[in-house]
């Protein structure tokens, strides 16, 4: 056997290497828990996991934290002290400079939003920590795959320098 056909008989034997360690990586990735046919995001495994309540508090979170949100409250407060205003005296209902009804529900509305919006930030804390583990998981896959591919292809290159 000449020079030229053992450098081509190395060259397919470390090819077929490369190939069978490529499969290995893919069956480990088929393995992990980041395997495509079963991969999540982040916020649909905290939301399976949650409770009714929780879930509640979640909703609650995502929906006051809208402009929509916001423009109702602000619509509604605009009515309400226009109305108590500048209304006939006899339809007027909450009487100014006071507006207690008024303060009494606005009142009420953030004690029962504050502690559901607390709760809710909390989820989403959770949900931020599970996609900052799953960005750490596919990181270090990633750094592994590409040492292990970067020693194969320095060992392809030094056993091709030393076939010359």
């Known amino acids: 056997m000449t020079r030229d056909e053992q450098v081509l008989a190395y060259l397919r034997a470390e090819n077929q290497r490369l190939r069978d360690h490529i499969n290995n990586l893919q069956q480990d990735e088929d393995d ?3 395997s495509d046919g ?8 905290v939301i399976e996991n949650l409770t009714l309540s929780e879930r509640f508090a979640f909703w609650i979170t995502t929906k006051v934290g809208t402009m929509g949100f916001f423009g109702c409250i602000f619509g509604w407060t605009v009515l309400w ?31 029962l939003l504050m502690p559901l919006i607390m709760v809710g930030q909390n989820l989403q804390g959770k949900q931020s920590e599970q996609r900052a583990k799953r960005d750490l998981m596919v990181d270090i896959k ?4 590409t040492r292990d591919l970067r020693a194969m292809l320095e060992k392809v290159l030094a056993n091709q320098e030393n076939a010359k």
């Open 32 to 34: 992990d828990d980041l």
């Open 142 to 145: 990633s750094e592994k795959t």
């Open 81 to 111: 002290l226009l109305w108590n205003v500048c209304a006939p005296a006899t339809l007027q209902f909450d009487p100014a400079p006071a507006f207690v009804a008024w303060l009494f529900i606005s009142n009420l509305i953030q004690i």
């Open 38 to 45: 079963e991969l999540k995001s982040a916020h649909d495994q």
